[in-house]
Nanobody
Framework: QVQLVESGGGLVQAGGSLRLSCAAS????????MGWYRQAPGKQREFVAM???????NYADSVKGRFTISRDNAENRVYLQMNSLKPEDTAVYYC???????????????WGEGTLVTVSS
C-alpha cells in the first residue's frame, strides 16, 4: 500500500511562513495531480492548491499570492510554501494525489493523514 506522508506543520505567528512537504512511501511510476487540502475545526475540508504532472497549478482564492505549490516528479514529492500566514489559515493540511501508479498496483486517489498548522494572532 502506498502512503502519502506529510511533514512541516507547526505553530507560527501571523505573518510568518511554513513549508509543508508530502512524499509517497514507495517507488512510483506515475502520479497525476498532487495537491493540498485543509480542514479547520468545525469546517469541511477545502481545496488549497494543486499541481498536475506538467507543473500547471491552481489555487484557492483565499491563498493566491501567499501560498506556492511546487512538485518534484523525480522524488514524487509536493511542497506547499505558505507565506504571510493568517490565523484563518489554521487547519489540518492534507496531501492528496490521484492516478497513482506503482509497478504493483494503481490507485485512483490517495490521502495523507494530515499535518497541523496553527497560526497565532
Amino acid at each position: 500500500q502506498v502512503q502519502l506522508v506529510e511533514s512541516g506543520g507547526g505553530l507560527v505567528q501571523a505573518g510568518g511562513s511554513l513549508r509543508l512537504s508530502c512524499a509517497a512511501s514507495k517507488s512510483i511510476v506515475y502520479i497525476g495531480d498532487m495537491g493540498w487540502y485543509r480542514q479547520a475545526p468545525g469546517k469541511q475540508r477545502e481545496f488549497v492548491a494543486m499541481s498536475n504532472s506538467l507543473g500547471n497549478t491552481n489555487y484557492a482564492d483565499s491563498v493566491k499570492g501567499r501560498f506556492t505549490i511546487s512538485r518534484d516528479n523525480a522524488e514524487n514529492r509536493v511542497y506547499l510554501q505558505m507565506n504571510s500566514l493568517k490565523p484563518e489559515d489554521t487547519a489540518v493540511y492534507y496531501c492528496r494525489a490521484d492516478r497513482v501508479t506503482t509497478k504493483e498496483a494503481g490507485y485512483l486517489e490517495l490521502w495523507g493523514e494530515g499535518t497541523l498548522v496553527t497560526v497565532s494572532s
